[in-house]
């Protein structure tokens, strides 16, 4: 019964651990994809693939926060360094941006093309629908491989 308790617990904080660095990441992806294309004008179509920076850069700044949040209150430390267990972190992530960056053409490409969710105060564009979507669809591929691979269950 502790045992469940305990995992209960855990796959409470990875979501808020989640939840907290997908704010990170939709924020700095928002400032990124307003910003950017006014630096480079082609960020928002390099040869079919739409914000590829604000992608980028807003995925490892959600991925460095999430790095932080799961040490400090999701995961025990497991077997490995803490180099190792950045490095074996940063692997997986890597894995997930490529999964992510797929997910959010395929979205922004197919599903959300054109759309858009108004809350009345707060508007969700085309891109933040897709980026909204592909963080959700790898979150859970990014818990189950970082408790069993790198923190060690």
Not at 9 to 17: D, H, N, S
Not at 57 to 71: A, K, L, M
């Amino acid at each position: 019964m502790k045992k469940l308790i305990l995992k209960q617990k855990q796959i409470l904080l990875f979501i808020i651990a989640g939840a907290l660095s997908a704010v990170v990441e939709i924020g700095t992806f928002k400032v990124f994809s307003v910003h950017i294309p006014t630096i480079f004008g082609w960020e928002k179509d390099l040869y079919g693939i739409h914000f590829p920076l604000s992608n980028i850069f807003s995925t490892c700044c959600g991925i460095i926060s999430n790095y932080f949040f799961s040490i400090w209150f999701v995961f025990q430390r497991g077997k490995h360094s803490k180099k190792r267990e950045f490095a074996y972190f940063m692997g997986v992530s890597a894995l997930s941006t490529l999964l992510s960056l797929g997910f959010f053409q395929i979205f922004y490409n197919h599903v959300f093309k054109n759309e858009y969710f108004d809350l009345g105060f707060f508007v969700f564009s085309a891109e933040m629908l897709s980026k909204i979507s592909a963080i959700v669809l790898v979150s859970i591929l990014n818990y189950s491989l970082k408790k069993k691979v790198i923190f060690n269950g």
